[in-house]
């Protein structure tokens, strides 16, 4: 059973930067997809990004309101994602969950939530001036 331990977050002023970082232990991802949902209140959980793996093979996606913004990378030694956030903006506020499961998800299924094992107890992102 793997857990996922979040660190980052914060507050921070329109056009600031911030990053995310998620560490998998318990459990050695030889392969999978891990990455970043988020909630803001009264809107439903939200994809962001996420990278799936299997051998020397690496893919990352973004949702269109981050891409270009966010930027996700992996530390394959660590297990660990990182998630940079560039030129926040106030709708960026929410809580962002960090999600992994132990397969490379076929790419229709990354963008749903239920299709995901494992998740951390998120962390709050707020952007404000």
């Known amino acids: 059973q793997a857990q996922l331990v979040e660190s980052g977050g914060g507050s921070v002023q329109p056009g600031g930067s911030l990053s995310l970082s998620c560490v998998a232990t318990?459990?050695?991802?030889?392969?999978?997809?891990m990455g970043w949902f988020r909630k803001a209140p009264g809107k439903e959980r939200e994809f962001v990004a996420v990278?799936?793996?299997?051998?020397?093979?690496?893919?990352?996606h973004y949702s269109d309101s981050v891409k270009g913004r966010f930027t996700i990378s992996r530390d394959n030694a660590k297990t660990t994602v990182n998630l940079q956030m560039n030129s926040l903006k106030p709708e960026d506020t929410a809580i962002y969950y960090c999600?992994?499961?132990?397969?490379?998800?076929?790419?229709?299924?990354?963008?749903?939530?239920?299709?995901?094992?494992?998740w951390g107890q998120g962390t709050q992102v707020t952007v404000s001036s």
């Open positions: 999600a992994a499961v132990e397969t490379r998800l076929i790419l229709s299924r990354i963008w749903d939530g239920s299709n995901y094992d494992y």
């Open positions: 318990g459990r050695t991802f030889n392969s999978g997809t």
């Open positions: 990278i799936r793996w299997s051998g020397g093979n690496k893919n990352t």
